[in-house]
């Protein structure tokens, strides 16, 4: 497992690789950024506009367009337009309560369930960048107890990988699958979010919200598409996503 995990970087750009160690990968890791007063993230807005131009701007627009090393497993429409897609904002995620009060948990929660099975944590390993397109970027931003609710979620896919809340390692994906529903003025909206994926097993219809169990006591925390070449990540718990960057493009 371990092993297939330390490859799956060789199939991530440099370039966004150190995008995404820029940014970084425990939750409160963007605090440095956060313009809410004090940074508490509890002022009536939780969308702050990343100034473009801006060396955070620059790092999530680069994971945004970033293409895989490989060519994708799926449907990949038109790879030669999205270099050319005009971002027209990037705004930056500030719900201190959806964070402190249930993603913050979790991951201290996950990883000492990681290290009770003899197994180092380590950031960037067991949590991930990826995307999430829905129509209700709104209501996840902006909900104080939790963004994503996995067991209520309906996907496409959900009969593929099993029930949860679907995200892609590929900005691309969630563009091709028809999931960046079109806001009145044309543009789309995605998600760049944080994940706290832990050991995760491969996907399976069968799961109903309730993983295998890996070791002793201890389930996986989530499911993959593919365990030598994930794409698709399948969380089953409200605390293991938080909504990052709302990126609005045309």
Request: net charge negative; aromatic share 12%; hydrophobic share 35%.
């Amino acid at each position: 497992e371990l092993h297939f995990m330390r490859t799956w970087d060789r199939f991530l750009t440099a370039e966004r690789l150190e995008a995404e160690r820029w940014l970084g990968y425990r939750p409160g890791d963007l605090r440095r950024f956060w313009k809410s007063v004090d940074q508490n993230g509890t002022d009536d807005n939780v969308l702050f506009e990343v100034l473009a131009g801006s060396e955070e701007h620059d790092m999530v627009s680069a994971i945004f367009r970033a293409q895989p090393t490989v060519p994708r497993a799926y449907a990949d429409m038109n790879p030669g337009m999205w270099q050319h897609l005009t971002i027209s904002k990037i705004e930056r995620v500030e719900n201190g309560m959806q964070e402190d009060g249930n993603v913050e948990p979790y991951f201290r929660q996950m990883q000492r369930g990681i290290e009770n099975q003899g197994l180092a944590f380590v950031p960037g390993l067991h949590t991930k960048w990826a995307f999430h397109g829905s129509s209700a970027v709104e209501e996840i931003v902006s909900n104080p107890i939790s963004g994503f609710q996995p067991l209520m979620s309906g996907s496409r896919a959900a009969s593929l990988w099993g029930p949860g809340t679907y995200f892609a390692r590929d900005a691309k994906y969630c563009y091709d699958g028809g999931f960046c529903h079109p806001l009145p003025d044309g543009s789309r909206q995605m998600l760049l979010c944080q994940l706290m994926t832990g050991m995760p097993c491969l996907g399976c219809p069968t799961h109903r919200g309730v993983l295998p169990v890996r070791h002793g006591r201890h389930r996986y925390n989530s499911s993959v598409d593919c365990i030598s070449n994930p794409e698709i990540y399948v969380i089953q718990n409200p605390g293991a996503a938080y909504p990052a960057y709302v990126i609005t493009f045309y």
